[in-house]
């Protein structure tokens, strides 16, 4: 999958848990989860667990801690799925 790819279904992840819609709109690379999108720290670990399941992958501590913004997200899903970073 492309960055772009991972990024339009990642779009889909989010949308349940943004209180912001116009942000998720304007979605880009380095939005933040929590600033940008008004995501609370407790959708975190939903997001992360519907990631997981979208993408066939298992995200561990370490990679979750990274995951901020969008770009850090799709960067740890790539690495995830096997692509190393897209």
Do not use: F, H, W
Request: proline fraction near 1%; glycine fraction near 4%.
């Amino acid at each position: 999958m492309t960055r772009q790819e991972i990024l339009d279904e990642l779009k889909k992840v989010l949308t349940p848990y943004t209180a912001d819609k116009e942000a998720l709109a304007k979605v880009d690379e380095n939005t933040d989860l929590i600033k940008d999108l008004k995501i609370n720290s407790a959708n975190l670990v939903d997001i992360i667990i519907d990631a997981e399941s979208k993408y066939n992958i298992e995200i561990d501590y370490d990679s979750a801690d990274r995951m901020t913004n969008v770009g850090s997200c799709i960067d740890v899903i790539s690495e995830k799925m096997g692509q190393g970073q897209v």
